[in-house]
């Protein structure tokens, strides 16, 4: 055998034990840490959720039903919704946004003719929630 390719394989065999020396000893390391971590960490409880939190006011719809078919260019929309919730309002004609003083709210919609998908969103500091109605405006004529 050549002087040559015993010293590299003997270096290559001193490499190789080194390696996986090194990479036995860091998660040996490793695993120490983490098991001291979870000693280490507090339990975390949960307190029940307020009253408060529970008593949120959602938003409803009370006028006018889905589906409603009317011969005339404006209905009013009238609902509930969390105190101090964004309002907004969207309809293919129109589109208003409004800040929710109290918890009763009404606006006036103006309709095109044919079906009018009217999306009401409130937003407040937690929630979003959305309703979709559909009216139909159709002419006397």
């Known amino acids: 055998m050549k002087k040559e390719t015993l ?3 003997v270096v290559g065999i001193v490499l190789g034990f080194s390696t ?3 990479i036995l000893f860091t998660t040996t390391e490793k695993k120490k840490v983490q098991e001291a971590k979870k000693v280490i960490q507090p339990k975390i409880t949960t307190s029940p959720p307020s009253l408060k939190e529970e008593k949120r006011q ?5 006028e ?4 409603l078919t009317t011969t005339t260019a404006k209905i009013k ?3 509930q919704a969390e105190k101090q919730s964004m309002i907004i309002i969207q309809s293919p004609d129109f589109e208003k946004a409004l800040k929710n003083e109290t918890v009763d709210f009404a606006i006036d919609v103006p309709l095109i003719l044919g079906e009018n998908t009217i999306r009401v969103t409130t937003y407040n500091q937690k929630t979003t929630e959305e309703k979709t109605l559909k009216v139909y405006y159709f002419n006397e004529q």
């Open 58 to 62: 959602q938003l409803t719809l009370s």
């Open 64 to 67: 006018p039903e889905d589906g």
């Open 77 to 79: 929309i009238k609902g």
């Open 7 to 9: 010293i590299t394989t």
């Open 20 to 22: 996986a020396l090194i």
